[in-house]
Each structure stands twice: as C-alpha cells, then as structure tokens.
C-alpha cells in the first residue's frame, strides 16, 4: 500500500482510474503484466509517456489469449492501427472492456466490430461464416455453416437487408443475459 | 433537431391531359420531379463523399475498406435481391450512409454521445416517443443530414461533447467518460480538456464569489473525498479474496461451475454480517459478563458433533443468556446489597439486544438479498432459449483459457449447433397422437412418483422422530451412559441428510428416463423436485420443534434443545456433503474412468440447493443458537477448499449448454423467496406467538418474546413523559393489523401498476420493430430507385 510508486505520475493513475473500470493497484498489476511481455522494450517509467508497442505475437502469447479463437481480432480492434500492435493504452483499454464492470452497450460495440472480419460495418454472410468456423474449429461441413448462417441472419436482422447492422447485433444482445458473463475476460 | 431540407415539387406542365390532377397513378410525373431533387442532392453528396475518403484515409489507411472494395465485399450480384448490381456511384452512396459510417467514423459516435448527453440534462422521467432512438441508429430528426453543406467538422463536434459533459452532473459525467466507445487515448485528451475548461469554469466564478476559508475547504474536502473513495473502492476489491483460484476455477471450467463458487461467496458474506451484528450487541457482551452457572461437564470430542454436553451452558445458545440489564448493579438477583443512589455507568439491558439484534441481522440480511436479486434480475432479463444468434455471438465463454477446455469447449458448441440444427429440422415434423399421449402418460407417472416419494420421507421423518423420542425416554429411565444418550439424538439429522443426499439423485435419474424436450427443462424439473423434498422436510421440522409435541417436550429449556437439534443439523449436513463429495466424485471417477474413460461432471444445480439448505438451517436457528452463523461461515469456508480440490482433481468441463446469469438469478431467487421467507414467518411466529422456556434465556418468565419489547415501551413511556408520542406511534401503527392491510393493498397496487407499464412498453417494443422493418424496405426501395436515376443518367451520357 502507499502511493511509492515511480511508474506514472499521479495525474496519469488518476485519468487511467477515470477512463477505465480499474481501480490504482489494478492498473499497476496491469502494467506489470504488460511488461512481463518484453522487459527489454517496456521501461519502468511512464512518466514522460514513452511511445512503446508490443508486436501482436507477445500479445499473443498471453495465458488469457493464447487459446482464444478472436484473439487477432481483438488485438486488432484495440490496437492503434488495426494491425494488432497494442500500447499500453490499448492494453489497459482492452482488458477494460472486457472486464466485469463494463456496462453491455460497450461490450456489445466492439463484440460487434471484433466479429465484423472485413470492416464494413456490417457482419455479413461471409463474417459469421468465419465466425462458425473459428468457433468449431472447421468441424461443421460447408452446408450446415451455410445453414446457420441463414438462420442467424433471419434471426437477427430487423430491418431487413441481409446484414446485420450495430443496431441488431445490440437488439439481439439484449434478448441474451448471457453475453455479459461470457464475454468476460479475468486478469 | 434539425430540419430536413424543404422540398419543392415542380410538377411539369403538359404529361397529363389538361384539367386532370396528376394521379398517384401517373409515376412518371412524380418521377421527373423527384429527379431534380436526386440530382441536386447526389451532386453535393459526391462532394462530400471526397471530402470524407480524404478524411478517412487519414485516420487509417489500413485496415478500412476503400469504397471501391465495397463492390468486392458485396456478394455477387444475383445472389440475392439486396444488391442486384448496384453501380458504383451507388456503392458510394451507401458506403457513407450515417448508419454505416457510426462505427468507424469518429464524429458519429461523438455526434451520437453529444445528443446522450443533452438529453441527460434535459431528462424528464420518461423520453417522449417522438424522440425514442434505438442505441446507435440515427434517425432524420437528429442529425444533420449529410447533404447540409454547414455541417460540422470533427473539432466541432468534439468542442460540442465537451461543452455538453461539462454541464452534467459530477457522475454523469464519469459515467458517460466510461460508456464512450472511444480509445483509451482519447478518452484522457477528452477528459483533459474537460478539466481544464472546468478549472477555467471555477477561476471565472471565483472572480464573482468571496475568497472564504470556507469555499477552499469545500473544494479541498471534495478531493480529498475522490481520493478517499477511490481507496475505499480499490481496497474493496482487493479485499475480493480467492481471486485468482476462482480464475483458475472459470480459465478450466467456465462460467457455469464458476457461479456455484460465486454463490458459495455470497453466502458466505450473508453469514458475515450476521455474525457481526450479533457479535457486537449480544455474544460479546455477554461473555464480558457471564451469568451465573454451574460448572459444565468436561469437554469431550463429542461435542463437536452433538452440540450437547459442555456446549449446552455456553455462549453457543439461548439458554446462557441472561435476563437482566447486564452492569447495573440494582439488579434483584444480585448481591444484595443496597443499591448505590448514582447511576449505572453504562446499562445494557440484554433481552432488548437480543431481540433487536436479532431483528436487525434479519433485516440487513434481508437488505442484501433483494439488492442481490435485483442486481442479477437486471442483468439476466431476456430468453434465450434455442435462439441461434445468441447461442452464434454469446455461447462461446471467453474466461475459458486452458488449452484442453478450449478444445472441449469448441467440440460442445459443434454439438450444440447439430443439435439446434436437428431440432428445427425435426420441429416441422409434429408428435403424432400416440407419442404425445405417451409422453404425457410418463411425465404424470414421473411427477407421481417425485410426490409420492416425498409424501414417504415426509411421513418417515415423522414415525422415526415420534420413535427415536420414546428411545431415548426409556434409554434416560435406565440411566444408560452419556454416549448412547448423545448418540440417541444424532439419529434423526443422519435420516434428514441422508435423504436429502440420496433422493436428488433418484430425481436426476427420473428426469433423464422423462426424456424431456430440451436439456433446460430436464434440469428445471430436477431442481424443482428437489425443492419441494427439501420445503417440506423443513416445515415438517420447523413444526415440530414449535409444536414441541415431539422433540424436545420433557427439556425445561426448550430453546437451547432446538438451538442443540439444529446445531446437530447443520454439522450433518457438512458431513454429508463430505461423504458425498467422496463417494459422487472421487469413487466415480474411479469407476467411470474404468468403464467408459471419461470423468463425471460437477451437478451445479444439485450442489447449490445444498447450499441453500444449509444457509436455511442457520437462518431458522439464529434465534436459538446465536453463534451458528459463525459456524455456518466455518463451514463453507472449509467447503470452498473441498469443492475445488475434488473438482481440479476428478471433475471434467460441463457438456451441456448452462445459462450461467438465468440460472444464478433462479438461485438467488430460490434463496430469497421460499426459503428466507419461511425463516422470517418462522422467527416472527416464534417471536410473537409461543412461551419462552421460565428458567433459562433472556426472555423467561414473559408471556411472549415481543412482550419485552412492549414492556421497555412502557418503561420509555412511565420513565419520561416528553416521549409519549413514541408509545402512542407503537401502539397504533406497529401493532394495529389495519395498516398491516393497507400497506400490502398498496403494495398489491403498485406491483399491478408496473406490471401494466412493462406490457405496454412491450406493445411499443413490437411497434417499433415493425417500424424499424419497414424502413428497411424503404432504404431498399430507395436504393432502387436511386440506381435506376443513375442507370438512365448513364444511359444518356
């Protein structure tokens, strides 16, 4: 306990507490985490907001992603670019989303934008074909993926143009409570 | 809001016959008016559309599309009525639709969050429904279409939101900071120029207010404030303990075993409140100042199982309490000596504390469950039964880190997507007569059965308690050793736990010969058999402990018999749950492994209905026993270890899809309503309906428990005559059944009144989704439109 660390200044722990849903020794264990990554790249002073980025195999390779079938996706939709190279900001911003506290607006947003594949906006047919697949490990053959894609489609979209926009991927979170304890990652 | 741009028809002369008003009829004349209009606006459209690919492609080259891939990223034309090969101008047109462009495009989202926030300050109770906007969807009345040449450039827009947060409340606005979908960057620029604008926003107003002492010690406090809360907050959470075994618990096994963890930590913080409450006012104090006793038999080992012997004269139950107000020394009992003319020093009268703890501990404990209940109401509202598109986006359980459960994981959810795949493809094939009869026929004899085997451990409960009384007269007659006496009373508790341990399984075994038609219901059944066994047992017990026509009739401190039986209870259940860790789990294992190499699964339901029981045992005997909450926390301490370790070690990942926030909220309900309601009905009848014991416990010699409260009443009352009041408010308000009446008509009415609320929002949630449908075929409908307008502009060039 005690406010003996170097690391950031208060006023950064402070705007970290206020944009994110951790609390300070949260953050530090956070960052720590984050350097353990590559102690070689990551200096232990932020105070004058050194511009670092960890390339997405060291992200990769954590414990809690390692084995996830979004993993590149969602380094890529936290990360800077889009190209899964993630900042300390992007680091702490991702484990925030998908922390307990956030609220579901949020998590549904960027569910969203992680499940949308190509960008546009919209998770088409060939989106959740890559999502099927990614979730069954290629087990389904080509037709059943075909078929429940169909059916998620007629499920799903309300106004009716073959896509699924943000509005009903939202409208459909909220008809299902389990979103907020499933996409949920411990740290 | 803004208004959409004034349209101006130009009907030309001469199409139709003169004296004859265009019809509706008549397409071409709307047609050619309508087209003026398309080419205006596509005009400045495309004009704008440059100045938004610039702007795009400065924000990042790389991962967005280019309008152009847009015609690579449809599917081919024909493939559906959609697209059917819409040109390039077209495509253009569509990509920067506002709906498409609020995920990518910055000043949409901040466009979007602006309106949240001015319509957070301006917020009545409800929002009108002209104004009702789904999350993200803008709609023509609140933005400025694109086409609006004035329109706002990024700086604007951010220069808005941060104008807009500052004129909300202290917490709307950190709410809101939270909730924006904006990167981490960017959040702290925003909440950078919103502190600095409000410390400008301070200066300027302490030009105009008094430099007082008092204005700068409000400011200081208030930070000093944030920083004590936001301490508070970080060491409430780092006062979380097993935070990183429950990790490992859910990285193996998911969210389903994780809740029954999670519930386990719930309880256990209950029986900590409890605890306190009734450490600080009564068992504390009471140990300061011990009654008078004599000396207890010496302890032997058996105590810890029966309860009995040298526990029986001890702070562990109701009969050690004493009946007087501890520390003042004109008590009757007491020395004898005169009575000092000076006041007691600190008076503390014991009956009282005890009945008010004991209240008070209900109350907080009541407190707690609701919000408990609501909290996880809130979060699980909605069904999601057989629903592909939830099972497609939310089924897969993103704790689940290690290597092998990902992979179970993966081939479950392959199975649970055949399955659902099967089902809709058998659904259109209805039951014929004969199979639906069957099946009738076998739920009816399925439900019989349960009944009927609970009506027989009902009755025998009750020969065996009725039995196990005459035994231990006969065994008191002769004089036979304390070991068979105590070994006497164990009998009933081992029967009680026995059943409950055996006859959920017998249920799981009836559910799976039901077959019924989803795995949800199968596990809804079991559970809802398995509380009627374990309902009816209770109130079997609870009424003869009351009735005392059995158990504990010839004692002549009755309450401390009952505290020792539920005592007795509570350890068996413990026991029990021991033995059939060991012989479910780990002899199981051992077998299936042998048979059919695979590990059993950890029954969720069947362990919290456990739970709920043994918390039920503690709630019923807080009144007698006032320690047995620190028991009860003991207890599932030592089961938290238990559970784990036998899980880690013989247990695999669940097969079958688990609605992990449904079922909590079912848990958490089941503890609430049956079961802390009986306790509550039980402490309240025991307290205002049945004679304490005469020679043992603060209230001997009382007619009724709450008498005493009635008598200090009094005492107020005869003591200081300024306070009347407080008597007259007890006697016609407390006591009086009429307002009883009234409050839970009130309540009846209230609870009519939101459930009409919640129908008719449900009516306007279907109108709108109709609206929303039809929009869609509009979108289409102009689209078409739109690119026939093109195709003949093309035609002509």
């Known amino acids: 306990m005690g406010n003996k660390q170097t690391i950031f200044t208060q006023e950064q722990l402070d705007a970290y507490q206020d944009c994110t849903f951790f609390t300070r020794k949260e953050i530090l264990r956070l960052f720590y985490r984050y350097r353990d990554l590559a102690p070689q790249l990551v200096p232990l002073d932020y105070t004058d907001k050194p511009a670092v980025t960890l390339p997405y195999e060291l992200i990769a390779s ?29 680091f702490l911003d991702m484990f925030s989303v998908l922390s307990e506290m956030a609220p579901r607006d949020l998590k549904a947003y960027y569910a969203f934008k992680i499940y949308d594949f190509n960008n546009d ?67 | 809001m803004s208004q959409p741009p004034s349209i101006t028809l130009h009907v030309p002369e001469g199409t139709e016959s003169d004296g004859q008003e265009p019809s509706p009829d008549s397409e071409r004349a709307l047609h050619t008016s309508f087209h003026q209009l398309i080419l205006e606006q596509s005009s400045l ?83 009108p429904l002209q104004q009702l906007c789904r999350a993200a969807r803008p709609s023509l009345r609140q933005y400025d279409l ?75 406090v208030g930070l000093g404030c944030r920083g004590l809360w936001y301490r508070l907050l970080s060491l409430l959470r780092t006062a979380q303990p097993w935070h990183y075994t429950l990790k490992q618990i859910s990285g193996r096994f998911g969210s389903s075993v994780l809740s ?68 003042d020394p004109c008590t009757p009992g007491s020395k004898g000596s005169a009575c000092p003319p000076a006041a007691p020093p600190f008076p503390y009268n014991m009956p009282l504390a005890y009945l008010f703890s004991v209240g008070v501990s209900f109350l907080v404990t009541c407190i707690l469950l609701v919000y408990c209940v609501s909290c996880s109401f809130r979060e699980s509202v909605g069904s999601s039964l057989g629903d592909l598109a939830a099972k497609v986006f939310c089924a897969w359980d993103f704790k689940v880190i290690q290597r092998r459960s990902v992979k179970l994981q993966c081939e479950n959810f392959c199975t649970q997507l055949k399955e659902l795949l099967a089902e809709q493809r058998s659904r259109s094939h209805s039951q014929s007569l004969c199979q639906r009869l069957r099946h009738c026929i076998v739920v009816l004899l399925a439900w019989t059965l349960a009944l009927g085997s609970v009506l027989g451990c009902t009755l025998a409960v009750h020969h065996l308690s009725k039995h196990m009384h005459v035994v231990q007269q006969e065994q008191r ?57 374990k309902m009816v047992v209770l109130s079997l017990l609870c009424f003869q402990w009351l ?53 059993p699964e950890f029954d969720i339901a069947r362990n919290v209905l456990e739970l709920i029981y043994g918390q039920t045992l503690t709630w019923l005997g807080i009144l007698f026993a006032p320690l047995l909450p620190a028991v009860q926390m003991l207890k599932l301490l030592l089961l938290f270890y238990i559970k784990k370790t036998s899980l880690m070690r013989n247990c695999q990942s669940p097969s079958k899809p688990w609605q992990a926030s449904h079922m909590s909220t079912i848990f958490i309900t089941l503890l609430c309503f049956p079961f802390f309601l009986g306790a509550t009905i039980f402490l309240s009848y025991t307290i205002w309906s049945v004679q304490p014991s005469e020679t043992c416990g603060p209230f001997r010699g009382l007619e009724t428990i709450y008498k005493s409260g009635k008598s200090w009443v009094l005492v107020l009352q005869k003591s200081n005559p300024n306070i009347t009041w407080f008597a007259w ?32 929002q449900q009516r306007v949630i279907c109108l709108l989704r109709e609206q929303i449908a039809k929009e869609g075929e509009d979108k289409i409908f102009l689209m078409q439109k739109l690119h026939s307008v093109y195709e003949q502009r093309e035609r002509r060039a």
Request: net charge neutral.
């Open chain 2, 729 to 760: 408010v007890h006697q016609h308000l407390v006591e009086n059944t009429f307002l009883l009446f009234f409050t839970s008509g009130a309540l009846l009415a209230v609870i009519y009144f939101y459930i009409q609320v919640v129908r008719g």
């Open chain 2, 45 to 127: 459209i495309e004009a704008g559309l440059e100045l938004e690919m610039k702007e795009r492609d400065r924000e990042s080259p790389a991962c967005l599309a280019p309008p152009d891939a847009c015609a690579a990223a449809w599917p081919e034309p024909g493939q559906g009525e959609q697209c059917p090969g819409y040109s390039s101008a077209s495509l253009q047109i569509l990509a920067s639709m506002p709906s498409r462009t609020i995920g990518r495009s910055l000043g949409a989202i901040i466009s979007q969050y602006c309106n949240r926030t001015a319509r957070l300050r301006r917020r009545s109770s409800r929002p």
């Open chain 2, 477 to 533: 007659a002769q004089g036979s050793g304390r070991w068979q006496q105590e070994a006497i009373l164990l009998v009933l508790p081992l029967v009680v736990s026995l059943l409950n341990a055996l006859m959920p399984h017998l249920y799981n075994l009836l559910a799976m010969w039901e077959k019924q038609d989803s795995p949800v219901t199968q596990v809804y059944v079991a559970i809802c058999r398995n509380l009627i066994l």
């Open chain 1, 62 to 90: 954590m414990p809690e992603l390692k084995d996830n079938p979004f993993r590149q996706r969602i380094a890529e939709v936290f990360s800077e670019h889009g190209d899964g190279n993630m900042t300390l900001d992007n």
């Open chain 2, 547 to 599: 009735s005392r026509s059995v158990v504990c009739s010839t004692e002549e401190c009755w309450e401390t018999c009952v505290g020792q039986d539920l005592y007795r209870f509570v350890v068996m259940d413990f026991i029990f749950t021991l033995l059939d860790t060991l012989f479910g789990e780990l002899v199981w294992r051992l077998i299936l492994e042998k048979r059919l190499r695979q590990r």
């Open chain 1, 121 to 187: 906006d919209y998770i088409c047919k060939s989106d959740l074909e890559k999502t099927v697949n990614k979730l069954t490990r290629n087990e389904l053959t080509p037709e059943e993926v075909s078929l429940v894609c169909e059916k998620v489609i007629y499920e799903a979209d309300v106004d009716n143009d073959g896509k699924l926009s943000l509005e009903d991927f939202q409208h459909m979170i909220i008809r299902a409570p389990d979103f907020l304890s499933t996409f949920h990652i411990r740290i």
């Open chain 2, 260 to 327: 029954y963890f999670l519930f386990l930590k719930t309880l256990l913080m209950f029986n900590f409140f409890s605890f306190l409450i009734l450490l600080a006012f009564v068992v504390a104090l009471q140990a300061v100042y011990p009654p008078p006793s004599a000396s207890p038999p010496p302890f032997t080992g058996l105590e810890l199982l029966t309860g009995a012997g040298y526990f029986t004269h001890s702070l562990l139950y109701y009969g050690y309490y004493s009946n007087v107000t501890l520390n």
């Open chain 2, 146 to 220: 694109d086409t609006d040449p004035a329109r706002a450039t990024l700086e604007d827009k951010w220069s808005l939101l941060v104008k807009e947060l500052l004129s909300l409340s202290p917490y709307q606005r950190s709410q809101m900071l939270l909730t924006l979908p904006i990167s981490l960057a960017e959040k702290r620029t925003l909440r950078r120029q919103v502190n600095r604008q409000r410390g400008l926003l301070r200066q300027h107003a302490q030009h105009w207010a008094p430099s007082s002492p008092c204005g700068w010690s409000i400011v200081y």
